[in-house]
C-alpha cells in the first residue's frame, strides 16, 4: 500500500511541477487555433513546410509560429485527422483550421511493437480492433471479444461458468504441438508467459483504445523469443487536452445456456432400456438374468401417467376413503416421475451487470483518464441455495485504471498508469483444486450422467430428497430393484448442493512508470525512453463446505397420499483458506528511437533493451523465470510508396543452458504503393493499391513440456524406492534399506523452438475506398518443437516418458486472411459490411515416430489434434453382416444386429489397433467466418456480426455416447429419436444412433473410439446484435450537460443455426474430449451511456 | 537537464542489458542429487543397489508386468480372468496383442521396463568403484549382486521373448543404440557368462542375518538352473521353431534337438542342491516318515515352505515387506494375491480371480489318487454334501492353497477373516436362482486363493518365493526323465510328492511320468508364475485345451432358498455343477511374448513370428 502511496504522491508533486513551467514565444509570429468539428484540438502539430520549425496546440487548441517569410504554408497534423495544408501569411491574423477525422480505413493510425504506424506504412501483416467494437461485446473476457472481430484469432472455450469461461486463443490456427499461446502486451509491457491472459482478460473493455494483432515474423520480430505464436498488443485510453469529460455506461442482461442436453423422458426411458435388455438377450446366452431389470407394462403405463398407481390398483386398496382414492389418482408420481435433468440443473436466467465511468481531460501539460468498472455475472444453475448452501457460480470485478501523462519538464514527459483488478470468481465443487474444471464439472454433473428421470426427486417440499426409503422392491420403492442402480441413488440436486463453494479472491495490481526525452539537442528526432513496470497479484481460496440435511421419502402405506420423510440431521459447516498461485512481475525496458527525413526519404530507428521477471513463491525451483533481450528497428519509407522495415530480436530465457540462451530473430518487410506513384492514373474506381511482404524467424521460449529446466543432469531420486532384508519369519517386518532410483533425464541441448514466416499481403481500395479488400497468404515452418523421441529403442533403459526431449520435431502452417468491406451512405443512411475469412492448416512434418506399420497410424504428417480411432461402416442391419464381420479384437468380438460395424483397413480379417487411423478434423477449425453489418440512420444504429467455421471435428466421448450406464444412467433424447430398431431399419427410416444398450462400458462395440462419435462442428451463428439509438442534441434539451446519451439492446451468442451438435445440446465453440461441461451461454442486454 | 537525460539514458541502458544475471536467475542446483552424489558415499550407492533388487525381483509378479490389473495364473488357466477391465481378461479372451491393454506396452511383460530396471543394476557396476568409503571386497560383492541381478531378469527375457539384445552397459542417449536381438545361444551364453561371473564375486555360504535376502551363489546358481532348463525344453530344443519365423529362426529355436542340453540342466540343477545342501538350506519336510513315504506334516511344511518369509526352502524371495497396502509395489502384489478380508485397498476390484474347475481336478486326493468332480453334460446338478464331504480329503497343497465355499481356509485356523463366515464375500459363483447348467455367475470359481499366506493370521504381506528348492527337485525330476535316468526322475519326484503327504509314484513309463511331473509342477507352483511359461515351453499338449486357450469352467453353488448370512456357510449350499464360463483364446504365436509394435516400428528389433 505504501508503495502505491508513494507513486499517487510523486504523480501529483510532477503535476504541480508541469503547471509551474513558463511559456514563451517570439516575433513576427502567426497565430492560429486549431479546431475540429467539437472544438478546439489541443496538441496538433503545426510544421512550416519546408523547414523544421513547428509548434503544437496549447489547451485551448491554439499556437504560435515565428514566420522568417511574409506567407508559407503550414502542416497541420493530429493523430487520427486528416493532414491538411493551409497556405498563411503574416497578414492573415489569427488563422482558424478545421481538422476532419479520419474515417477511411487506409489512414487509420496502428499500434505496433513499440511505435505507433499509419496503417498505410505498415509492412507487416497488422490487423486492429477498436475499443468501442470490444464494448459492444458483452462477455467478461476480452479474449472472447475478441472472437469474430478480427480475422486470424480464433479460439475454443472450455466453460460457460462465471469467470472461468475464457477462450484460449490462437492466432493463424496452431503451429505447433508445443505451446499455442500468443503473447500478450498490454501498454508496451510484455505479460508473463505462465500468465499470459491474466490480466487481459480480466481488463474492462472501456479502458481499451485498441487491440492490435500482429501475425506474421516482420510485426513480432522484434520480440524474438516469445514471438512465433503472434502478439496481441492491448493499448489503454488516454486523456486528451480539454476539458474533463465524463463518461457513464451501464448494462444489464440475462444470460442463460444457448444450447441444453435434452434427456429423454421417464417413458421413453423405459421403453428404450427395456429394448436395450432384450437387444442382449436376444443376442448372448448367459442373460437371462437381465429379466429381473426389465419394467413391465403397468410400470411403463406408470411412466407414461406419471402415476404411482394405476386406477386399478388404487381401487383395490380398501382402507381409503373414495375421496383418498380420488385423490390419489390424481396425485403425480413420487416413483415414477420424470425429470430432465440437465435442464433442470442450468437452465436459469441469470443476471449479469456491467457498469463503468469514466473520466478523462487533460491541460497541455497534463493528461489523465481514470476509469472505474464492475462487472457481475451469475451462473446459470438452479437450485442452489438450501439451508447454508449456495453453490450457484458468480464473477464479480471491480476494475481501476488511472493514465497519466505530465510534461515535468521542457522535452520531458511522464507517463504513469496505475491498474487494479479485484476480481472473485466463485462457484461449486470445493473438492478439486479451484482450476481443476474437469474435475468440479465432474463433482455436479456427474449424476446428470449417472442418474435417470426418475432417480430421487430433488427438493420437495422444501426437503432435500436423496433416496426412497422404503425397501426396494416393496411399493414402497417400487423401482429399486428393476432400476438396479450400481451407483446409488444420488442425485445431481443433492451434489450439487453438498459440493461446497469456492471463492477465489483475485486481486492483480500493475503500475508503469515511463519516461521519454526529447534528445532534439543532440540529434534532431532523437527521443530516448525507460519504463518500469511492476505487477503484483495475490490470490486467496475460500471454501465453505455446508452441512445440509437430507431425508429419504416414501409414501405412507395407510395413506399413500401422505410423503413421509426421514433424516434431516445437520451439522456445522466448516470453512477453509488457501492461497493460489500469488505471483509478481518486474518488467523494465529503455530505449532510444529516432525518426527523420532527409527530403522524401523518411527513416526511423529504435535501438531498445529490455527485461523481466516473472517470480511465483511456489514454484519448485523457486526461481524467477526471466527474459532479457535487444530490439532494434529501422525502417524506410520513400513518400509512402516504397516502404521497408528490418526487425530484430535478440533475446534469451532462464530455460537453456548457458551459451544456448540466446537467439537472434530477424525479419525483413517491404511495401510498395503504386497507387502514390505519378505514373498511376488518378481514378476513383481504383484507388488504392498496396502490395507487401515479409520474411522472418521468431522463436518460442514456452515448450509446452511439463518442467523447467530440462538442461540439468540427471538426478536421483533418494529416500524412495527402498528393500527390506533381513530374516524375520513375518512375526515382524525387516529392516527397510532405502533405496536410489535415477529420475528426470537432462538434455544439456534444449533450447527454443523456431519459425521461419512468410507472409504475402495486398490491400486494394475501390471507389474512393468505400470498397476495401485485404488479403494476406501466409506460410510458417516451425522446427525445433521439443519432442519425446519415439525412435529410442528400449534397450536405453529409459522409460519412454523420461527420455529427455529433443528440440527436433517440424511442422508446417499454411492459410490465408481475406476480408473485404463496403462502406458507404445514402442520404441519412449509413451502412457498412464486412467479410472475411481465414484459413489456416498445418502439418507435422516430423515428430521423431518410430514408423508404424500402416501410414495411417502415424501422426506424421497429419494435423496437430487429428484424432484417431477406427473407421465404422454404418451399422450391421442384417445376419449376413453380422456374420461375415472381422474379429474384433477390442471386444472379443461380441456384436449384434444394429451395432456399429468398423472398418478392416488393413485387410487382415482383424479389427485391431492396426485400423485405427485418422477420424474428422482437428477440434480446432480449419475456416473462420465472420460477417459484420452496420447500418445507422440519424441516431440509430443496428450493429450485426455473424460467425461461422468450417473442418472442424467435435468427439462425442463414451460419457455422452453410453446410455443405461452403470444399469440406472441416463439417456439423451438424440438416441432415443436416432436408435437402430430393426423395424425402422426395414422401414427405412433415418438411423443416427445403434441399437439400444444396457449397462455397456467402454470395451463394448458401440462404444469404441471411433468416427461414428465424430461430429462436424461447423457452425453458423449469430453472434452479436446490437440496436441502439443515440439522442440527438436538440432532443435533450432540458439537461444540456449530458452530451450522446445512447440507449441500447445487445445479444451476444444469440442464435446458433442447426448444425451436428444441436441435437445432442452442445455449443460448437466448447473444446472436446470431455464429459462435464458447463454449457456456454447467451446474453441479452439493455444499456445506456452517456457523457458530460 | 541534459546531461541528466543523457546520464540516465546511459544508466537505462547498462540496467537492462548488464543485468542478465538478475532477470535470468539460475536454479540452485546444489540440493540436486546427481550420480557424483549417489556415488560419493556408501550409504547411497547402496541404496541404488537396494532400489535394483525392488525393481529386478518384481519381474513377473503384479506391479511388475505390463498388465496393470492381474496376475498370471489368470491366463494360465489356474484363476479366472478378472474384471472387463483387467489386462487378464483382454489376453485371456483375445490373446496376446502386441499392443497393450490396460496400461502395458504390448503382451504379457513390459519388455521397456527389463531395459529399465537392467540400466539400473548397470549404473552401479559401473560406478561402484567410486565411492571413497567402500571396501574392495563390498565393492566386489556389489558388482557381483548387481550382474547376478542383471542375469535374473535376462533369465525371466529369455523364456519369455527368445533371443534377445546383449546389452553390456548403461547407455547415453548419444550411444549407438541399433543393438539388434542375439540368436537363442548367444542369449543363453550370455545368461551362464553373467552367473559365473556373479557367482565369481559373491561370498561363499550365507549372508549375515541382517542381509538376509542378498543374492547368494547359491541363487544364481540357480537362475543358470533354470535357463538351462528352459534352454532343454521342447520349444527351444527342437530342430524346427514352433512358427517359422524366416531367417530369424535362431531367434526362437536352437536349430537341432540335443539330449544334452538336458544333461546341462541336470549338472545345474545338481549343482544348485549340492550348494543348498551344504549351506543349511533344505526341502522342508518336517514328518520324519523318511524317503518315500507320505509326510503327515504335509499341511505345515508345504504351508511353511510356500508362506513363512526367509524359510529355508527359499533361495530366493522377493522381499515385499511392505505393510502398506496403498504403496506400490506391495499394494500391486498382494492386490491380486491376497483376496483376503485383511485387505481392504479396493479388495473387489479382485473378486473374480477364483480357482477354476480346470485346475482343481489336477489336485491329487490325500490318497494319491484322482478325485471325481462333476462334469458338463450332467443331467442334473450334484447335491452340497458330496462337496462337502469331497473337500476335506483333497492333498494339502488343495487345502493349503485355496478357502473353498462351505469351509474355513486350513492355512489360518481360528483366523475370523480366514473363515467361512468373516471371508467377508462370495469364495465361489453362488445364489439363490438355480439356472442349471448354466453359469449363476463367472469368475469367483470355486475357491478364492490363500497361497503363501500359511499361518499370517492378519499379515498382509509376503514373500514372493522366487526359488524354491522344491523347483530343484522338480526340474531334476523332469530332467532325468528325459535323458531315460526314471530311477533318479522317481526319486526327484517323490521328495516334492511325498513331502506333499502323498504316496510314492512309480511309473516308469516316460511319457505318462513326463506328464506325472508335469503334472506335479502345477499343483507345487499354482499361482507361482510357473506354469504360464512352463506349459508353452513343453508344448503341452493340452495348452490350447483348457490350459491357456479353451473352455475355462467353473463350478457353480447353488444356494438355499432360505439360506441367510454368508453364502459360504456349508448349510447354506444345496447344490453345485460345473460349467463353461468363457473361452479362452490360444494361438501358436503365444509361445512366446510379443515385442511391442511400438518397438519394432523403431526398426532394430524383429518381432517374434506370428504378431
Redesign the interface.
Known sequence: MIKYLKVFLLSTFMVMLAFTNVIYGQQGNIHGIVKDAQGELPGATIIIKGTTVGTVTDADGRFTLPLETSSAVLQVSYIGYHSKEVPVSLASGIVEITLEEETTTIDEVVVTAFATQKKVNVTGAISSVGGEALIATPVSNISNALIGNTPGVTGLQSSGEPGRNAANLRIRGVSTYGSSTPLIVIDGVEQAAEQAFAELNSMDANEISQISILKDAASTAVYGIRAANGVIIITTKRGRSGTPRIHFSSNYGITSATNLQKGVTAYEYALMRNEGIRNEQRSY??T??LSAYLYNDYDLWKFKNNRDFTPVEVDAMTNLTPAQKEQLKNSPALYYSSKDLYRDQFSKNAPQLQTNINISGGTERVNYFVSFGYFNQEGITNATKYYGSNTGSKFNRYNFRGNFGIQI????DVDINIAGQFGETQGPGINSGPYDLDGRYKVIMQYIYDGNPFITPGIIDGKLINDFAGVPGTIQNPLGVKTGSQIGSQNAVYNLLISGRGTIHNNLLSNTVK?N?K?D??LKGLN?H?SVSYQDNYNRYVTYSPSIPSYTVQRDLNDPNVLQFFGGSMDAGSFNSYGYSNWNKLY?????NWAGSIGDHNITALLL?????YTMPSDS????S???G?VGRVTYNYMNRYMAEYNVGYN???QFI?GK?FGFFPAFSVGWVPTSEEFFPKNDVLTFIKLRASYGEVGNDQLGGSR??YY????????Q??????????SS??????????GA?G?QNITWERAKKYDVGMELGFFRDRLFITADWFKEDRNNILTTL???????????NS??PANVGITKNEGYEVQIRWEDHVGDWSYSIEGSTSYSRNKIIYRAE????YPWMNATGFSIGQRFGLRSDGLYNTVEELNNRPYN??T?NRATLGDVRYKDLNGDGLI??KDIAPIGYPNYPEYHFSSKIKIAYKGFDLNVLFLGSANGSYYLNSGYTIPFFKRAGNAWQWMYDGRWTMEKYLAGEEITYPRSTFDA?N?HNNYLTSDYWMRSNNFFKLKNIEIGYTMQPDSFKFLKLVQGLRIYMNANNLFTFKNELTAIGIDPEVTDGRTYIYPLTKVVTVGLSFQF | ??KI??I??II??S???A??D????????TG????D??YSSTK?????L??C???ILIHGWPGGWGVGHGALASISGERSYGY??HGTY?IA???L???GTDGSDGGADH??????????C??VKENIDRVPDMSETTKTQIKAEATGLIAYRYMGMFYRYGGL?I?RK??E?TDD???PRESLQATLDYIIELCDEAYQGLPEGRWS??????LTRGAVLAIKARALMFAARPLFNSSKPYLDNGEHNDLISFGNENVSRWNDAITANEAVLNWAGSNGYELINTGGAGLGQPNPNALKDYGTAT?????NEVLLAY?????NQWEWPASAIFYYLNTSANWTNNRWDTDLVGLLTNFLELYYKNDGTNQEWPKIGESSPRSAEEWLEKIPNMEARCLADNIFPGFDAYNNPGVYNYSASGWGRSTANSGK?G?FP??IS?GKGCGFPVKFYY??GS?V???PPLFRLAETYLNLAEAYNEVGNTAKALENLNMVHNRAGLPSITETDKTKLREIIQREKAIEFYNENHRYYDVKHWKHKDIANGIIGGNMRELQFKIKADASGSNNLAVNLESYWDAVTYTAFWSPMMYLEPI????V?????VQNPGY
Open positions: 446366452s448367459g437371462e438374468s519538464a521542457k522535452n520531458w519516461v526525452h534528445m539537442y543532440l530516448a525507460a523494465l525496458d529503455a530505449g532510444l533493451g529490455k527485461g523481466s521477471r525451483y523457486n526461481v524467477p526471466g527474459i532479457v535487444l534469451g530465457t532462464e548457458e540462451r523447467r529446466y540439468l543432469p540427471n538426478t536421483y531420486n533418494l529416500g524406492g527402498g528393500y527390506w532384508f533381513g530374516n524375520s519369519d513375518g517386518q525387516n529392516s527397510y534399506y532405502q533405496g536410489a532410483t535415477e533425464l538434455n519415439g525412435t529410442i529403442p528400449a534397450i536405453y533403459g529409459v522409460p519412454g527420455v529427455p518410430a514408423q508404424n506399420p479384437t477390442f472379443s485391431d489397433s462400458t470395451d | 537537464m541534459r537525460g543523457i540516465l539514458l537505462g541502458f540496467v537492462v542489458t543485468c542478465e538478475f532477470f535470468l536467475e539460475k536454479p540452485d542446483t540436486t542429487v546427481d550420480l552424489e549417489v547411497n550407492a547402496e541404496a541404488a537396494f532400489s533388487y525392488r525393481n472387463s477391465w483382454t479372451l483375445t490373446g496383442s502386441v499392443n519388455y521397456g521396463n527389463n531395459w529399465s530396471a537392467i540400466r539400473a548397470f549404473l539384445p546389452v548403461s547407455f542417449a543404440l541399433n543393438i542375518n541382517e542381509k538376509t535376502g542378498r508362506s513363512t518369509p526367509s524359510n522381499k515385499i515387506n511392505s505393510t436362482e439356472v448354466n453359469a463367472v499361518g499370517a499379515r504381506w509376503f514373500e511391442p509394435q511400438s518397438e516400428n523403431k526398426g532394430i528389433t
